[in-house]
């Protein structure tokens, strides 16, 4: 016999579920059609899913003219639906099941003649308190039941899942990153269990992983991490979500694990210190700093200057020192081949400061330029294994240590010159919106970072007024000349 199912198909070969509301129902629901993907490009397993669909809608079209439901909004009608239908048993209709290679059981389903459809009717039928529509319309809290995979989602389980993921990073990570990330996603693998639906992963799972963690002695900073790998942007829900294999929306791994206000204060006193002027001047006086190689002097000056991190110095390409309006600037970009940044704010283009024109910079720049040089620093491999700019924080650090030997204990190195700078341009008056532009930090103020506007290269050098300098009023007072570097 023939069965309506309200099928419809795409041309792609998937089938969908139309049907059309009744007329004196269009505005409870407010939609004249309702549309749901049946998920397959299988006819038989499509007319299962419509039938078991369209019995569902009968049902809740009927409860709604009885209960005279003057409103019902498309989410709650979808959500009943979903558990009405997610609750039917077609085990008895199941024609044929398939086990794949990886574990996954496929099942197709059939109704061919009168006896399937009797058996369609029985196990519609329920008793009175198990119908989840009549259940909600009366007020009555369903009984949870076992968090299921979205509708619509790719299945896929989570050894599979984590292997593809991987296979992304591989081509465009640094080697240290990838195997970080790899331990990370590699944890939650074992903690879970590879054979695991990526779909139907909770909250409440990774709580209990970082949990698990923890008890066993790992660190914040470790949990943190990992937090970042699994669930920070770019990380691996972040992934499975644009994969299609997480439903959109809330990132099931983040927002776990954070610093309370006494590590973060135990951090700061752990985290890389500024130079003093002192040793600023020692460190860039002629007599030590022209035991630097010529390269990691002028990547010294970059950072004392720009306040650059050492992976951006070492990434720059000669066509990053340009000049825009009258002003010669750097430009930290993610646009050529090899070149990322930590953040979108850490996009960014920094005038070049006069103490650097004077000791010819441009110069050195043009040298390059003139001898067909690509990059700002040739010698640097832009596949190194560390990144780009490891070269530059060893380099630095055994100058540092050189130099420092009897200076107080604290963590000192490349990134150093970048808090100097900070704090200098503090120091000297530059607002705090103006510093955050020329050396790529976010404002954590939700005021500063909706409504301020980005400043123009002329204004990052000269201020924004008489009272208010920019880069152009920073001076180190260093006795450096052309000659030394």
């Given at each position: 016999?023939?069965?309506p199912?309200?099928?419809?198909?795409?041309?792609?070969?998937?089938?969908?579920?139309?049907?059309?509301?009744?007329?004196?129902?269009?505005p409870?629901?407010?939609?004249?059609?309702?549309?749901?993907?049946?998920?397959?490009?299988d006819?038989?397993?499509?007319?299962?899913?419509?039938?078991?669909l369209?019995?569902?809608y009968?049902?809740?079209?009927?409860?709604?003219?009885?209960?005279?439901?003057?409103?019902?909004?498309?989410?709650?009608?979808?959500?009943?639906?979903?558990?009405?239908s997610g609750?039917?048993?077609?085990?008895?209709?199941?024609?044929?099941?398939?086990?794949?290679?990886?574990?996954?059981?496929?099942e197709?389903?059939?109704?061919?003649?009168?006896?399937?459809?009797?058996l369609?009717?029985?196990?519609?039928?329920?008793?009175?308190?198990?119908?989840?529509?009549?259940?909600?319309?009366?007020?009555?809290?369903?009984?949870?039941?076992?968090?299921r995979?979205?509708?619509g989602?790719e299945?896929?389980?989570?050894?599979?899942?984590?292997?593809?993921?991987?296979?992304?990073?591989?081509?465009?990570?640094?080697?240290?990153?990838y195997?970080?990330?790899?331990?990370?996603?590699?944890?939650l693998?074992?903690?879970?269990?590879?054979?695991?639906r990526?779909?139907?992963?909770?909250?409440?799972?990774?709580?209990?992983w970082?949990?698990?963690?923890?008890?066993?002695?790992?660190?914040?900073?470790?949990?943190?991490?990992?937090?970042s790998?699994?669930?920070g942007?770019?990380?691996?829900?972040?992934?499975?979500?644009?994969s299609?294999?997480?439903?959109?929306?809330?990132?099931?791994?983040?927002?776990?694990?954070?610093?309370?206000?006494?590590e973060?204060r135990a951090?700061?006193?752990?985290?890389?210190?500024?130079?003093?002027?002192e040793?600023?001047?020692?460190?860039?006086?002629?007599?030590?700093?022209?035991?630097?190689?010529?390269?990691?002097?002028?990547?010294?000056?970059?950072?004392l200057?720009?306040?650059?991190r050492?992976?951006?110095?070492?990434?720059?390409?000669?066509?990053d020192?340009?000049?825009?309006?009258?002003?010669?600037?750097?430009?930290?970009?993610?646009?050529?081949?090899?070149?990322?940044?930590?953040?979108?704010?850490?996009?960014?283009?920094v005038?070049?400061?006069?103490d650097?024109?004077?000791?010819?910079?441009?110069?050195?720049?043009?040298?390059?330029?003139?001898?067909?040089?690509?990059?700002?620093?040739?010698?640097?491999?832009?596949?190194?294994?560390?990144?780009?700019?490891?070269?530059?924080?060893?380099?630095y650090?055994?100058?540092?240590?050189?130099?420092?030997?009897?200076?107080?204990?604290?963590?000192?190195?490349?990134?150093?010159?970048?808090k100097?700078?900070?704090?200098?341009?503090?120091?000297?008056?530059?607002?705090?919106e103006?510093?955050?532009?020329i050396v790529?930090?976010?404002?954590?103020?939700?005021?500063?970072?909706?409504?301020?506007?980005?400043?123009?290269?002329r204004?990052?050098l000269?201020?924004?007024?008489?009272?208010?300098?920019?880069?152009?009023?920073?001076?180190?007072?260093?006795?450096?000349?052309?000659?030394?570097?």
């Amino acid at each position: 016999m023939r069965i309506p199912h309200h099928m419809s198909r795409s041309p792609s070969g998937r089938w969908a579920f139309r049907q059309r509301v009744p007329l004196d129902l269009q505005p409870v629901l407010g939609c004249r059609l309702l549309k749901r993907s049946l998920l397959t490009n299988d006819l038989p397993q499509a007319r299962v899913r419509a039938l078991l669909l369209a019995a569902s809608y009968a049902r809740l079209f009927g409860l709604l003219r009885d209960r005279r439901v003057a409103k019902l909004s498309k989410e709650d009608a979808d959500a009943l639906i979903e558990r009405l239908s997610g609750a039917t048993n077609l085990r008895d209709l199941t024609l044929h099941r398939t086990l794949g290679p990886d574990g996954t059981v496929s099942e197709r389903w059939q109704i061919d003649d009168e006896k399937d459809v009797l058996l369609f009717q029985k196990i519609q039928q329920r008793r009175v308190g198990d119908d989840p529509i009549q259940d909600m319309l009366d007020g009555i809290e369903p009984v949870p039941s076992p968090p299921r995979p979205h509708r619509g989602l790719e299945p896929i389980q989570l050894g599979k899942a984590r292997d593809a993921w991987l296979a992304t990073l591989k081509g465009s990570t640094l080697p240290k990153t990838y195997t970080i990330k790899k331990t990370a996603i590699e944890a939650l693998v074992k903690f879970l269990g590879d054979k695991t639906r990526v779909a139907s992963i909770t909250r409440s799972d990774l709580a209990r992983w970082y949990q698990a963690m923890r008890a066993a002695g790992a660190s914040t900073p470790t949990l943190t991490n990992k937090q970042s790998y699994v669930g920070g942007k770019g990380g691996f829900f972040d992934w499975a979500i644009a994969s299609g294999y997480y439903p959109k929306g809330d990132n099931p791994a983040s927002g776990h694990v954070s610093y309370s206000a006494r590590e973060k204060r135990a951090r700061r006193k752990l985290g890389f210190k500024a130079f003093d002027r002192e040793q600023v001047q020692a460190l860039f006086a002629p007599a030590a700093f022209e035991r630097l190689s010529a390269s990691a002097r002028w990547a010294s000056l970059i950072g004392l200057y720009t306040g650059a991190r050492a992976s951006e110095v070492g990434q720059l390409l000669v066509s990053d020192v340009l000049e825009i309006d009258g002003v010669a600037c750097i430009r930290i970009s993610d646009e050529g081949e090899h070149q990322k940044v930590k953040t979108d704010v850490s996009l960014r283009t920094v005038p070049v400061h006069p103490d650097l024109i004077r000791l010819g910079f441009l110069e050195w720049v043009n040298g390059l330029r003139q001898a067909k040089h690509t990059r700002l620093f040739p010698a640097a491999k832009a596949d190194a294994k560390n990144g780009q700019g490891n070269w530059i924080s060893k380099a630095y650090s055994r100058h540092v240590r050189d130099v420092g030997k009897g200076w107080p204990a604290a963590k000192r190195g490349f990134h150093s010159l970048r808090k100097t700078l900070i704090q200098e341009l503090q120091g000297i008056g530059v607002v705090s919106e103006l510093r955050a532009q020329i050396v790529g930090h976010e404002l954590d103020d939700e005021h500063h970072g909706t409504y301020s506007r980005d400043f123009s290269v002329r204004e990052k050098l000269d201020g924004l007024g008489p009272h208010s300098p920019g880069l152009k009023a920073l001076s180190y007072d260093l006795i450096l000349t052309k000659d030394h570097v």
